[in-house]
């Protein structure tokens, strides 16, 4: 099967960390895509960067359809476009936010997200509550460590990140921990052995739960909601996006 893991942000540097990840827990035969869009946001550090990070992981499915992808993994915690991707894309699409909260309610009957930016832990808040996982999320922290300084090895944002996850079991009452940004993804093995508890990364439980789906020939209803977009003209900017997509 083919896997296309979307980094919705336009950093090179952290597609590269993010599709490592993917390529580590893929299964044998399992092929990993990982893609950026050539348009938007550095980092995706708000509602505005999530708002316009959308078009790209839009315009990434439809280039990974025509390279018939079986299913996607949006790279990004705050899990932009996901509804509209799954409207676009054939095969099934899961969040690393969506998929690291979940597993987590399988581990633990609390947990506790450690993320970047603290403007945007309200995003991760939406999230839990859209997800039905507000009975399990049982606090979510920043760290204030931009999502750009985990684009490569960084020995302080490290001391940073388990701080705020020993600071966090200690007063959330939690038991396991969502690392709250994809560049975080390389840090969960090494946080989980030092901390004694389920560190989660959402890129490698998402790639997981995808393939697991394609496997069982599950994917994205297409009755109601998820079907396709609607044929319309699109204009401006946008003319590109109209529906049925136009495949180069
Ligand atoms: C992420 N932003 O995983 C999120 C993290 C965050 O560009 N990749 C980003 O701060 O929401």
Not at 35 to 52: F, K, L, R
Not at 155 to 173: F, K, S, W
């Amino acid at each position: 099967m083919k896997l296309c893991i979307l980094n919705p942000n336009t950093s090179a540097a952290m597609t590269a960390k993010i599709g490592a990840q993917a390529r580590r827990v893929a299964s044998p035969g399992t092929q990993i895509l990982a893609v950026n869009p050539t348009m938007g946001p550095a980092s995706i550090e708000s509602h505005y960067d999530d708002a316009v990070a959308v078009l790209g992981v839009l315009e990434e499915i439809r280039k990974a359809e025509a390279q018939g992808c079986d299913g996607y993994v949006i790279a990004c915690f705050g899990d932009p476009g996901l509804r509209a991707a799954r409207e676009a894309a054939t095969g099934p699409v899961i969040g690393i936010a969506e998929a690291a909260m979940h597993a987590a309610s399988f581990l633990a009957t609390g947990f506790s997200v450690v993320t970047t930016l603290t403007r945007t832990c309200v995003i991760a808040e939406h999230l839990a509550q859209a997800y039905g996982m507000n009975g399990f999320c049982r606090n979510i922290h920043g760290t204030d460590i931009p999502v750009l300084d985990l684009e490569g090895d960084n020995p302080p944002a490290y001391a940073t990140i388990r701080a705020a996850c020993e600071h966090a079991l200690a007063v959330d009452r939690s038991a396991a921990i969502v690392l709250g940004c994809a560049g975080m993804s390389d840090l969960a093995a090494r946080l989980s052995g030092e901390l004694g508890v389920p560190v989660i990364d959402g890129v490698g439980v998402a790639v997981r739960l995808v393939e697991s789906l394609v496997a069982l020939n599950l994917s994205t209803s297409k009755r109601g909601d998820y079907a396709p977009p609607l044929p319309k003209p699109y204009v401006g900017l946008t003319s590109g996006f109209a529906w049925p997509a136009r495949h180069a």
